[in-house]
């Protein structure tokens, strides 16, 4: 039987409603949640609302429920789809991965891989985009992709910086980042993900002028010659220095792509407002 494969992301992957429908990318909402309401993220809620919210009230966070998984899962099934790759947010960040894994053990009638990126942002979206790319070609079997996506995640890189490390901290996803002393020095650490999926201090900067400076020698010093990549740079409510970074990525020549993005609102809960992310993905 001829395979028909579905690729599936979640929210945290950053492809807005445009990617998603331009790619024909599946994805599904993690939760922003207030003590009176909570919130389907990129859906019924914008970072700008999250913001806004601080003051008032820091929200936390919540996976989607194996309900609203199988829900998808089973549409896409009948659908007339007879595999799904299913792409998420780093198991080290958020469980999401586990209950997308437990609804794919129960679900009848459909092939579904779920994959733990070990990555969250453009780094996931890049991750998605790539694995829809490789089903649009029709030239590769499911179980070639789930090989190739693999492969490809040594290929993405996430970098960034915060301006407080108060949001990662309060949200528990701080990981291998040291806090306190740091931030009573005003230091900034470039922030990356490391091969289990958690969060750890790749530099030390003292400053925010600086941080953003070693950011960019950090990416320049990953380049390599005769390859070609894309770039997105991410921010949260920091849009001015994200367009100063990019304007500085558009002298150098070996990017085919340089894209301009906001983060997430459940990404935002955890980060605050002050973030500027880089994303670097090498091109086949």
Do not use: W
Request: net charge neutral; charged share 30%; proline share 2%.
């Amino acid at each position: 039987m001829a395979e028909k494969i579905a690729v599936v992301t979640d929210s945290t992957s950053d492809l807005n409603k445009d990617d998603l429908s331009k790619s024909g990318i599946n994805s599904i909402a993690l939760k922003v949640i207030y003590s009176d309401q909570q919130y389907h993220d990129r859906v019924d809620i914008t970072p700008s609302e999250v913001y806004r919210s601080f003051d008032r009230e820091i929200p936390t966070t919540s996976m989607p429920s194996p309900q609203e998984i199988e829900d998808l899962y089973l549409d896409l099934k009948a659908q007339g789809y007879t595999h799904i790759i299913s792409l998420h947010i780093s198991s080290g960040l958020s469980a999401t991965v586990n209950n997308c894994r437990m609804v794919a053990r129960q679900i009848k009638g459909i092939e579904v891989e779920v994959i733990d990126s070990k990555m969250l942002s453009m780094g996931l979206g890049r991750l998605a985009l790539y694995a829809q790319e490789l089903v649009k070609t029709g030239k590769y079997k499911f179980k070639d992709i789930i090989e190739k996506v693999e492969a490809k995640k040594d290929k993405i890189n996430v970098f960034f910086v915060v301006e407080t490390l108060k949001y990662l901290k309060k949200g528990g996803r701080i990981g291998k980042v040291s806090g306190t002393i740091a931030e009573l020095l005003n230091i900034k650490p470039i922030i990356a993900i490391d091969e289990v999926g958690e969060y750890f201090t790749f530099s030390k900067v003292r400053g925010r002028k600086r941080s953003l400076k070693k950011l960019y020698q950090v990416i320049k010093e990953q380049l390599q010659e005769g390859k070609e990549y894309c770039l997105d740079v991410m921010n949260a409510a920091a849009e001015e220095e994200a367009i100063t970074l990019k304007n500085k990525f558009e002298q150098l020549a070996v990017f085919k792509e340089i894209l301009l993005g906001e983060i997430s609102p459940v990404m935002v809960v955890h980060t605050g407002p002050g973030l500027i992310g880089v994303v670097l993905t090498e091109l086949d």
